[in-house]
């Protein structure tokens, strides 16, 4: 019986779900009524009169129970009954109230008690503009490269402003500037304000920009807050290294040991960082110039590295480049002249020594000799002489020849000594005090006023036919046995023979004109013709002519060039040469390059009558596009057919920042559980640059992002992860909009959205608020009222949906009456103690106990303080 009793309350008590599908009932009017107040205004200030809108009296208010209810804890406004005014409770902030939500609206409810009946109505909150614009950050930092063509726009960060309408922020205006003007935007946002390139910046003119950007709001007059934007142009490589000078003439004694400093040549460059930074090497340099010289590439010092010789070579001209870090180049020429030393002491050659003669003959021919120095100038000025008390003297030939006669006729029985045992130096003879004879002479009248002409082409074989000397002398075959004929040279190689026996002028060995003459041209070889009986000589040249026999030949197999991908089409970059050993139409003639639509060859003439390749640039680069290039130089001579060399020319196109940073997926999206814990990852960005190095590296951060943004969420600037860094609460903000930004090392930016939206969680009990309760009521009175109550709960969805009851064999009833409120009415006359209690997101009510009139109220609140799960409590009876 007892298990049965015990089921039937169990059933009975079985809660009554009752859900809110209702926004009014029949006693409230549809559309609520509006009334308006201007925030700020002082506590008690009059809001309206209710009388005409409630279709009331004043007498009536009282007797009806007339009073102002609304939503929250707080009660922010009064009703007067005694006239009928709706008056303010305490003075009203818009900003605080509503936030940047327009209208703002602070919804009320007049109840009347007596009998049950509602009257919806609003108070529109004004704004004031009691607002100042302000900049979250004083100061904003700019960087722009000075590459970027002007038109191009850049977002800057916007001012917040808590009015609202017109009282709001409304535009932006920036300080007078010759570089920029302002562009204003309209977004759902607001007004976004940005930075328009007007002329185009040069970091060299001016590093740093500053303007002042304002912002105004609508009022009368107007407030403004203002913030330095700083303007950091950033460098390209829009500038060549120059030399202080461009030619360095310098001489040098020939006797300089090695280690020695030649000069310092020095060359600077206006960008800065890499693209300011110097290096220097030698451009275009033979393989003398390399073995003799060298130079330091940091500090561009000159130092040689072998012996000179000025009788080798007297001069050096010496092409020197300075190139940046971003491959651009200027150049210089150092021409170094060898200063001769007297270090060679003079040589003489015998020509013809006859070491027996006749007695009593006069001026008869002893010797025929030649005398040379390599040195120049007074070093190389000779004195040839014999000493006074001998029977001889010495006469000039022709240039440096001379001949060694008898003065007297020579006795036998005096014992003469030879004749050449006086002289100094048989092999060598140096200058003494006695001057007998300077060479100033070149030709005497003993030698042929033209020299004879003969031209061989270099590599003919040894004993080849060159002329018929006898001939073109007018003299007999005989002649030439007859007056011991022969062929002498400058030099001890005896390259010529001469024929007595015919009279032909023969090879004595093959000659190699590149060996022979270098890359001098003519190419020619001096000879005499000596007759010594009589003593008569003649000049010779022979002309080499040079045969196709060497290809040209770059120093290296590949160079490497870095053209940065903002070079202007038209634009020079030196390569390197080939060399050739031939000469004339069989030298280097011109130079191609490997077909590409990017650039062509031009061939330029030297002053040295050498040919220099110059790459000139075609169109515009793309170093995206692509990024380097590998063509193939060839030199080609004049011969038939050419001869060829080929070095390979590697191309790297160096960056410049011409690209932003994007970001991968704008807006993000993602949800976020409110009871998160901190730390905890929302989600990462990622941003793509396809520039390279330092301006592909991309760092992340907030862009104007409010205080509420930067306190609740942290992003890494190297990764993007975005973390919580404050707790979330669903029932304040439900998501956030945060505008991120992808900057790269050039100054370059791109933006995006990251729309988070929080997810609510169970977070909350749902709330009763009592409104009216009659502690005592008539008995035998149905349907009386009771109490009216109103429940809520923060949550949202199906975590905010209620579930009012009370138990099915209590003598009340449970009506929904406008929107969340409810009236309780009583039946009978009893007293009860009733509570909200049970699982907090039932909101159900639950009947402690019926009270009789012998307890006392101590009773019943000490049975309520026992109860730990009753939350609001009251007496019915």
Not at 129 to 148: A, G, Q
Not at 162 to 175: I, P
Not at 211 to 229: E, K
Not at 558 to 580: C, H, R, V, W, Y
Request: contains cysteine; charged residues 25%; negative net charge.
């Amino acid at each position: 019986m007892e298990a049965g009793e015990g089921k039937e309350r169990f059933l009975k008590q079985r809660q009554v779900l009752i859900f809110f599908v209702l926004l009014g009932i029949a006693q409230v009017a549809s559309k609520p009524k509006q009334y308006s107040v201007a925030e700020e205004m002082e506590s008690g200030s009059f809001v309206a009169n209710l009388l005409k809108d409630l279709g009331l009296e004043v007498n009536h208010l009282a007797a009806r129970g007339a009073r102002v209810v609304s939503k929250g804890k707080k009660t922010r406004l009064q009703f007067d009954r005694q006239t009928g005014n709706l008056l303010l409770n305490e003075k009203l902030d818009r900003e605080e109230l509503c936030g940047l939500a327009e209208p703002c609206v602070l919804p009320f409810q007049v109840l009347l008690e007596n009998p049950l009946q509602f009257f919806q109505a609003e108070l529109w909150i004004r704004d004031i503009n009691d607002h100042s614009p302000v900049f979250l950050d004083k100061e904003i930092l700019l960087k722009i490269s000075e590459s970027i063509t002007p038109g191009t726009t850049f977002l800057i960060e916007r001012a917040q402003d808590l009015d609202v309408g017109s009282n709001s922020l409304q535009s932006y205006t920036v300080s007078p500037n010759s570089h920029f003007h302002l562009k204003l935007q309209d977004s759902s946002d607001g007004i976004l304000p940005q930075l328009v390139l007007d002329k185009a910046l040069d970091r060299e003119e001016q590093a740093e920009i500053r303007l002042t950007l304002t912002a105004l709001d609508g009022g009368t007059p107007p407030r403004s807050g203002t913030a330095l934007v700083r303007i950091e142009v950033l460098d390209i490589n829009d500038n060549a290294p120059e030399f202080a000078k461009l030619l360095y003439e310098v001489q040098v004694l020939e006797n300089s040991p090695i280690g020695f400093q030649v000069a310092v040549v020095s060359a600077r460059d206006l960008d800065i960082g890499t693209y300011g930074e110097i290096s220097y090497v030698f451009s275009q340099a033979s393989e003398d110039i390399r073995k003799t010289f060298q130079i330091n590439a940091k500090s561009g010092e000159l130092i040689l590295t072998q012996k000179l010789d000025f009788e080798s070579i007297q001069s050096y001209t010496l092409n020197i480049q300075a190139t940046d870090g971003g491959g651009l180049s200027g150049s210089c020429m150092v021409f170094v002249q060898v200063m001769d030393l007297n270090d060679n002491p003079p040589e003489l050659t015998m020509s013809t020594l006859i070491d027996h003669i006749p007695e009593n003959l006069q001026e008869t021919i002893i010797a025929v000799l030649s005398v040379s120095d390599p040195d120049s100038g007074d070093n190389g000025r000779m004195v040839c002489s014999i000493e006074d008390d001998l029977p001889f003297f010495l006469k000039p030939s022709v240039e440096n020849f001379y001949t060694l006669l008898t003065n007297t006729p020579l006795d036998r029985r005096f014992g003469c000594k030879r004749p050449d045992s006086n002289m100094k130096t048989p092999e060598r003879i140096q200058p003494n005090r006695q001057v007998v004879a300077f060479i100033l002479m070149v030709f005497l009248s003993q030698a042929c006023p033209e020299p004879i002409r003969y031209s061989v082409i270099e590599e003919t074989e040894s004993g080849s036919f060159i002329a018929h000397l006898a001939k073109d002398l007018g003299l007999g075959i005989g002649e030439l046995t007859a007056r011991s004929a022969r062929v002498v040279s400058d030099d001890d190689k005896q390259r010529l023979q001469l024929d007595r026996q015919t009279g032909d002028l023969l090879l004595r060995e093959k000659i190699d004109r590149e060996e022979l003459c270098g890359s001098v041209e003519p190419c020619v070889l001096h000879f005499q013709v000596l007759l010594e009986t009589p003593v008569q000589f003649f000049e010779g040249e022979l002309s080499i002519q040079d045969i196709n026999d060497h290809s040209p030949v770059f120093p290296t197999g590949e160079m490497l060039l870095k053209i940065p991908e903002n070079s202007q089409p038209g634009t020079l970059f030196p390569l390197k040469l080939a060399q050739d050993l031939d000469v004339g139409s069989n030298g280097l003639q011109k130079y191609t390059i490997s077909p590409n639509s990017y650039f062509h060859v031009l061939t330029r003439n030297h002053s040295e009558a050498k040919k220099y390749p110059d790459l000139v640039q075609d169109k515009a680069l793309d170093r995206e596009e692509q990024p380097a290039f590998s063509l193939t130089l060839i030199a080609l001579d004049g011969g038939s057919p050419p001869k060829s060399g080929t070095i390979t020319v590697r191309i790297l196109i160096t960056d410049v920042n011409d690209n932003a940073p994007e970001f991968v997926h704008t807006p993000y999206e993602v949800q976020v559980l409110e009871n998160s814990s901190l730390d905890s990852p929302v989600l990462s960005v990622s941003a793509k640059d396809i520039d390279s190095g330092n301006f592909g590296s991309v760092s992340y951060g907030f862009f104007q992002a409010s205080d509420e943004i930067k306190q609740t969420f942290s992003i890494n600037e190297v990764t993007g992860e975005i973390r919580l860094t404050k707790k979330l609460d669903f029932e304040h903000i439900k998501s956030y909009h945060v505008e991120i930004e992808a900057i790269d090392g050039g100054g370059l930016s791109g933006k995006g959205t990251v729309v988070i939206h929080v997810v609510d969680v169970n977070d909350n009990a749902p709330e009763l608020t009592i409104s009216s309760l009659t502690n005592s009521i008539p008995e035998n009175a149905p349907e009386t009222v009771v109490s009216i109550f109103r429940i809520r709960d923060r949550d949202s969805g199906d975590n905010g949906k209620m579930i009012c009851s009370i138990p099915d064999n209590l003598p009340f009833l449970l009506k929904p009456t406008f929107k969340n409120f409810y009236t309780l009415t009583l039946s009978q006359s009893y007293q009860y103690d009733v509570c909200l209690t049970g699982d907090p997101r039932t909101g159900e009510f639950k009947f402690l106990k019926q009270i009789f009139p012998n307890l006392l109220v101590e009773d019943t609140e000490r049975e309520i303080k026992e109860n730990p799960n009753c939350r609001n409590s009251f007496v019915f009876s």
